[in-house]
């Protein structure tokens, strides 16, 4: 899809105003527009479908047309970064296959890793041999590092250095060289999950029933993780931590 603005801005939106849309390009990729007034224009290219635009595959240039004039351009979409790497579960050293990875956080929250990927998405699961290799388009140019978005399964956590948890995920940042464009030796660390079971119990040393319990893990010096679980008949709870430090924990009876 082809769009064309006018570079005018509209003084009290601020927003510039679309002028033309080009739906479909011919087979070589071309595409005209006639008729138009002189001034300057934005001309924006995007893949996708006619009902869904993905705005990170779009690129877009600048013209300055005459009264008579007729301008050629050509618009040259932008390369993804392509990341290789493996997957690796740490306490063995070993392969692990079935670690989905995206250009993104777009799953939903509570993504557990037993439904597919979503059509539309960006995504490739590791090999039986823990290699993956994902294509991400929009990364910020000359960014000296990636993030990629990790989902393993029920019961592992994502154990690399600069890494933070992020609805059903983790997303991880990978550093790349100053004068390259992909990423080809990336490791994700797979690591067992911690598990913190208890009581709730009420002053009389009975069982505190649907007790709310939220744990607290400082991933950085920025960002706190939170963990929640709600206690058994009982009071028993258990709860699974993210990230290896020590945890906050808390009860509140409901």
């Known amino acids: 899809h082809v769009f064309l603005y006018s570079a005018v801005t ?4 601020g927003h510039p105003a679309p002028v033309r849309r080009y739906h479909r390009l011919e087979s070589d990729g071309r595409f005209h527009f006639d008729s138009l007034a002189g001034g300057d224009y934005r001309v924006m290219a ?9 705005y990170r595959r779009m690129q877009q240039e600048m013209v300055s047309l005459g009264s008579e004039d007729e301008e050629e351009i050509e618009i040259r979409m932008p390369a993804p970064v392509t990341v290789r790497g493996r997957v690796v579960y740490a306490p063995h050293d070993s392969p692990m296959s ?3 990875l995206t250009s993104g956080s777009m799953f939903q929250d509570s993504l557990d890793n037993t439904a597919p990927v979503p059509d539309g998405v960006d ?3 590791s090999r039986a041999d823990g290699t993956f290799e994902l294509s991400i ?10 993030t990629v978005a990790v989902y393993p399964p029920k019961g592992f956590m ?24 992909d990423i080809d030796d990336a490791v994700i660390l797979i690591d067992d999950a911690t598990m913190i079971s208890g009581r709730v119990v009420n002053p009389d040393g009975s ?5 709310s319990v939220h744990g607290y893990q400082r991933t950085n010096s920025y960002n706190l993780d939170s963990v929640n679980a709600t206690a058994g008949d009982d009071g028993r709870f258990r ?6 430090g020590p945890v906050n924990l808390r009860a509140q009876a409901n």
């Open 10 to 13: 509209d003084g009290e939106a």
């Open 158 to 181: 994502v154990s690399n250095e600069v890494t933070t948890r992020h609805g059903g995920g983790y997303r991880v940042q990978l550093m790349r060289e100053a004068t390259a464009n």
């Open 123 to 125: 995504a490739v699961m």
């Open 239 to 244: 709860i699974t931590l993210h990230h290896d």
């Open 207 to 211: 069982g505190a029933s649907g007790a």
């Open 137 to 146: 388009y929009g990364a910020p140019e000359n960014a000296l590092s990636i």
């Open 98 to 100: 079935g670690v989905v």
């Open 46 to 54: 995007v893949l996708g479908t006619e009902y869904e635009m993905d």
